[in-house]
């Protein structure tokens, strides 16, 4: 069976890169929109409500409006905006966290997940449940990510020459410093925390590749874990996840002379973590790619569940 996919936001970054993986695929029909009609709500309404599938790659306000246009009730849609991640109408697209991917596979509304987010959700949502962090711990978190987080009108800054220099945009640039970043109400929901994670993302001058960092001290959790305890129920919770891979708990094999490989999981769907440290510190650090596990390899797993095939399908490990 071929299924009709229609992408709203076709030109942005994450658009384009659904485009791109969806074309090379023998059971979707991609659904065209010329491109000077774009942005008129008349014309997107035939191919939204056409559409067994809908991705929405758009910003917030225009990501409401086109959801609202759908009025064909077997069209389902995925969201990859910030619109809906929080909306209890909405399914969240994570599939690793408990029962996900079972509401995923019969949900008619999924929003994927933030880039940052997904690091965080997925560094801390096993041990929160395990009781080893809890509800109440003072999470703090650090996020580097590449410029194509931006979007596109990111990217043409960072590789525009001129404005590179004058901007300064070779050094990291530390952003959302009022700790108000759009990712943290979700981050807060679907962890469990009582109070809202500390989170400051940093944009560098290299194109895709994400890394978090999340610190934990034992003296403050309630058994005094320590590192490799923690590592031990990370690597049991994700053993059958396709997607999420555990590193070794001796990682210094996977360290480039003891630095840290932040890009190492580009052009996949793939999410390592690892866990490092001694005494009482701890860190948990996850890397995947912003573009692929942090948006449209997102999207596209969320699409193969929904669909009821195999959830690699089209994607790299």
Not at 155 to 171: F, M
Not at 212 to 239: K, M
Not at 245 to 253: E, G, L, T
Request: proline share 6%; charged share 25%.
């Amino acid at each position: 069976m071929r299924y009709k996919v229609f992408i709203d936001g076709q030109e942005g970054t994450t658009g384009l890169k659904l485009q791109d993986a969806l074309a090379q695929r023998s059971d979707i029909e991609l659904l065209p929109i010329d491109s000077s009609k774009r942005k008129d709500k008349e014309a997107r309404k035939k191919p939204l409500n056409e559409a067994d599938i809908v991705f929405l790659c758009l910003p917030d306000e225009a990501a409401r409006e086109s959801a609202l246009l759908v009025t064909n009730p077997n069209t389902r849609i995925i969201d990859t905006s910030t619109a809906f991640r929080s909306d209890e109408n909405w399914v969240y697209g994570l599939p690793e966290i408990d029962l996900q991917r079972e509401r995923i596979h019969s949900a008619t509304r999924v929003s994927v997940p933030g880039c940052h987010a997904t690091g965080l959700i997925l560094s801390l949502r096993p041990l929160i449940d395990a009781g080893i962090v809890p509800r109440d711990y003072p999470v703090t978190c650090t996020s580097i990510t590449g410029y194509s987080g931006a979007g596109r009108n990111g990217i043409e800054e960072y590789e525009n020459p001129a404005l590179a220099v004058a901007k300064q945009l070779n050094v990291p640039r530390h952003y959302s410093l009022q700790r108000n970043h759009k990712h943290i109400p979700e981050m807060q929901l679907l962890t469990g925390l009582e109070y809202e994670p500390s989170f400051t993302p940093v944009k560098a001058s290299f194109k895709q590749g994400i890394a978090t960092s999340i610190p934990l001290f034992s003296r403050l959790l309630p058994r005094d874990s320590s590192a490799q305890e923690i590592h031990e129920v990370l690597s049991v919770y994700y053993e059958s996840e396709p997607f999420v891979r555990v590193m070794p708990y001796d990682s210094q094999p996977y360290l480039d002379d003891g630095h840290f490989l932040l890009t190492a999981c580009n052009n996949t769907n793939r999410l390592d973590l690892f866990v490092f440290g001694h005494d009482d510190k701890i860190n948990i650090m996850a890397r995947y790619d912003n573009l692929g596990k942090g948006a449209s390899g997102a999207a596209i797993q969320n699409l193969n569940l929904m669909l009821g095939c195999d959830e690699r399908y089209s994607l790299q490990v």
